[in-house]
């Protein structure tokens, strides 16, 4: 009978403590979804923020998503990135230089077009303007293909190595509208891209939790009935 009581005493221990782990697991949740509102937010209002000139020296990490304009000609010499749209399906994203006003060098995300499309939107003649957000995009990974340079096919927007292509300075603006491009659907930066799970997950550890206090209530249950 003790070696019972001991066994029962422990399993309610080990439910306790699975119980308590499960929840603060959903608790951190909670709070990692409340810190990534507040980065999705604070990215949104840098994104939306008055446009203006680019910067002579830009930092990175401190001008990502800066809306700026520039008014230039471009070049073009296309960089075609392959990219896959929801509604759209497989298509490329339009990469050229644009010489600015101020003689600048600048790369251009100019928007997308659909694989299937029978010929490449022309490139706007003449001087435009662009207006768009800074971006350096990090989309290289351990799986990311080698870009195929012959056939013009590029697997990501790595902003160094687009630049030496085309002979620019390391900046790319990634358009939101483009004076004259009409043929051309810009994909604009946004917060839609940038993953936020911390809801889910809370949801999971939570039901999960549940789940356990439900088990640790019938085995309670189970160990009185036997007892009596």
């Known amino acids: 009978m003790k070696g019972t009581g001991m066994k029962f005493w422990g399993m309610i221990l080990i439910g306790v403590?699975?119980?308590?782990?499960?929840?603060?697991?959903?608790?951190?949740?909670?709070?990692?979804?409340?810190?990534?509102?507040g980065v999705l937010a604070?990215?949104?209002?840098?994104?939306s923020a008055d446009v203006?000139?680019?910067?002579?020296?830009?930092?990175?990490?401190?001008?990502?998503?800066?809306?700026?304009?520039?008014?230039?000609?471009?070049?073009?010499?296309t960089i075609r990135v392959l990219v896959s749209q929801k509604i759209y399906g497989a298509g490329y994203r339009l990469i050229n230089a644009i010489i600015t006003t101020d003689g600048r060098?600048?790369?251009v995300d100019r928007g997308f077009v659909t694989v299937n499309a029978t010929q490449m939107p022309p490139v706007p003649a003449g001087t435009v303007r662009v207006d768009g957000n800074l971006h350096w995009p990090q989309e290289?990974?351990?799986?990311?293909?080698?870009?195929?340079?012959a056939a013009?096919?590029?697997?990501?927007?790595?902003?160094?190595t687009l630049a030496q292509h085309l002979r620019t300075e390391g900046i790319l603006i990634v358009a939101r509208k483009v004076?004259?491009?009409?043929?051309?659907?810009?994909?604009?930066?946004?917060?839609?891209?940038?993953?936020n799970d911390h809801l889910q997950y809370a949801i999971t550890w939570f039901s999960l939790a549940a789940i356990w206090l439900g088990m640790m209530g019938y085995f309670v249950y189970r160990m009185r009935k036997i007892a009596s």
């Open 17 to 37: 403590l699975g119980f308590a782990i499960l929840m603060g697991l959903g608790i951190w949740q909670v709070q990692r979804l409340a810190w990534k509102q």
């Open 42 to 47: 604070d990215i949104e209002n840098r994104i």
């Open 52 to 77: 203006q000139t680019i910067p002579t020296s830009l930092d990175a990490s401190v001008d990502l998503y800066l809306p700026v304009t520039v008014s230039g000609q471009f070049e073009t010499d």
């Open 105 to 107: 060098r600048i790369l």
């Open 140 to 149: 290289i990974d351990r799986f990311t293909p080698d870009n195929d340079i």
């Open 152 to 160: 013009n096919i590029w697997f990501s927007r790595d902003v160094p």
């Open 179 to 195: 004076e004259g491009d009409d043929e051309m659907q810009p994909l604009p930066v946004g917060v839609e891209g940038i993953p």
